[in-house]
């Protein structure tokens, strides 16, 4: 069966044989703006790579100068003019398409140039890696335009902290790479020129790694963030951590250790 595959449209996709997809915004002539056209994208990419078998990481990239602009106003005030319904779905598959880039079993690494507003600094929220380019320009920009970010609130609250969103939500100024990664949208600044390399590093991190090892680690980092350890909750946290221990990826990983050599899942 063939790698999933889309080379036009405003989301292209591919995966190469390490199991690497590169999904990427392509919109540049409005700057990657989201509209109903750029959300389905997103879907129909996550539907694509989701059902690949050996899928190990996805890389989100924005094609142009910057990497998203947040949300198409000229589509916004279409939307707003709609039927409630329409307005309504038009939001639904918004939320949605972040959250399940939120959810995804792989690492989402996002390398991001330009501008990154509005909707786009949700998008890279929910993605488990940030590199911004030292150019790059941030914000949260909704309401300089009489509109709130709800459907990104959960995704900025985690990934800057509740105190940093209330500044940057309500001002909606801009800031730049380097406050961005101190408040933690960003984890790495590099050089434009250096941005792909950067991703290129990351990526070659997250393979030397067992890929069941990190979409357990995921899931169970984003299922108690924030939420206090009970009785039955520990109980169930020991029991996987020793399982695991025991499971055949493991045996594998101490063994790759002990021999010297890459584990086989790298092969």
């Not at 405003?10 to 044989?17: E, H």
């Amino acid at each position: 069966m063939k790698p999933p595959h889309n080379a036009t449209g405003p989301v292209t996709w591919s995966m190469d044989a390490r199991g690497v997809a590169s999904v990427v915004l392509n919109r540049p002539e409005v700057n990657n703006a989201y509209d109903t056209g750029l959300v389905q994208g997103i879907h129909d990419a996550i539907d694509a790579l989701s059902g690949a078998a050996g899928l190990r990481a996805i890389l989100l990239k924005g094609n142009g100068r910057h990497f998203q602009a947040g949300a198409d106003l000229k589509w916004i005030r279409g939307v707003a003019g709609s039927t409630p319904v329409a307005n309504l779905d038009a939001s639904r598959a918004t939320a949605d398409a972040v959250r399940r880039l939120d959810g995804a079993a792989v690492p989402t690494v996002a390398l991001v140039q330009g501008g990154c507003f509005g909707g786009g600094t949700g998008i890279i929220a929910a993605c488990d890696v940030v590199v911004a380019a030292d150019s790059a320009m941030f914000s949260i920009s909704e309401v300089r335009w009489g509109l709130t970010e709800a459907i990104i609130i959960p995704q900025l609250n985690d990934a800057m902290s509740l105190r940093q969103v209330r500044r940057y939500a309500l001002t909606g100024e801009r800031f730049g790479a380097e406050q961005a990664r101190r408040i933690g949208l960003v984890h790495e600044v590099v050089p434009l020129a250096e941005l792909e390399a950067a991703g290129a590093r990351i990526i070659e991190q997250i393979l030397e790694n067992g890929p069941v090892a990190i979409a357990e680690t995921k899931a169970l980092a984003r299922e108690l963030a924030g939420v206090p350890v009970d009785a039955a909750t520990f109980e169930r946290l020991v029991e996987s951590h020793a399982a695991k221990r025991q499971s055949a990826e493991a045996v594998e990983g101490l063994a790759s250790f002990a021999e010297k050599r890459p584990a086989r899942w790298n092969r």
